[in-house]
C-alpha cells in the first residue's frame, strides 16, 4: 500500500471525516466508531436510519473487545467465531451497555467481522482500532466495486478514497448470529 495514501486516510479518520476504501468484495465507507458526529454524517450519506445499526471491522480480535460482552455469549461459541477469522465473516455479537446507540441502533448487539482484506487490516491497524464498515452506497442502491464508481457516485460527499481494489469476492460479507449461530444474511 501508499504509505502516503494511508497517511491521508488516516489524517481523515482522525480528524472525523468519511473514507473509502476496498474491502473483500465491495468498496465500504469508514470513519471512527467513537466518533458520534462522523458516524451521523456517515448515515447521512448513506440514508441510513440509525436504528439499524453498523458494522465495525478490525485488524485483528483485539481491537473488537472494548465493544463487545463476551460473557454473554454461548460456551464454545466463541471459539466458533474465532476460527472464521479472518476473513469475510460478519457476526452479530452482544455488545457492552456502553457502547452507543449510533454503533448499535436498536439492538443490544453489535456486528463485527476481522478482515482478511490486506489494506483495511493494515488501514485499522494504523488507526490503531476498528472501523464503522458499511456498504458504500446510498440505501437500496448497488454498492460501488471500483474505486472510479465509488467516486462517481458518492465522491463528493466523502473526506477520502484511499486507492485500491477488492479481493474480488462476489457478495458481500456473510452475516451471523453469534449466540445461536444462526446466518442472518448469505454471503
Not at 474465532?82 to 448499535?104: C, D, F, H, Q
Not at 464503522?132 to 466495486?145: D, H, I, L
Request: aromatic share 6%; hydrophobic share 40%.
Amino acid at each position: 500500500m501508499n504509505p502516503q495514501a494511508l497517511n491521508v486516510a488516516l489524517d481523515q479518520l482522525r480528524q472525523g471525516g468519511i473514507v473509502g476504501y476496498a474491502t473483500e468484495a465491495v468498496f465500504g465507507l469508514g470513519c471512527d466508531p467513537d466518533n458520534g458526529d462522523a458516524v451521523r454524517r456517515l448515515l447521512e450519506i448513506k440514508q441510513r436510519p440509525v436504528d439499524k445499526g453498523l458494522v465495525l471491522i478490525a485488524a485483528d480480535f483485539s481491537q473488537l473487545l472494548p465493544y463487545l460482552d463476551l460473557a454473554a455469549l454461548p460456551e464454545g461459541r466463541l471459539e466458533v467465531i474465532l476460527n472464521s477469522w479472518p476473513g469475510p465473516y460478519t457476526w452479530i455479537m452482544p455488545a457492552r451497555p456502553e457502547v452507543p446507540t449510533w454503533l448499535k441502533g436498536q439492538f443490544s448487539s453489535l456486528a463485527v467481522r476481522v478482515t482478511a482484506h490486506r489494506q483495511v487490516h493494515d488501514l485499522c491497524l494504523a488507526f490503531g482500532k476498528p472501523l464503522v464498515s458499511t456498504s458504500a452506497n446510498k440505501t437500496g442502491e448497488q454498492p460501488a466495486r471500483t474505486e472510479q464508481q465509488l467516486a462517481e457516485h458518492m465522491g463528493a460527499a466523502l473526506d477520502y478514497i484511499l486507492p485500491g481494489q477488492t479481493d474480488g469476492r462476489a457478495n458481500p460479507s456473510l452475516i451471523r448470529d453469534g449466540i445461536t449461530g444462526a446466518v442472518v444474511r448469505p454471503a
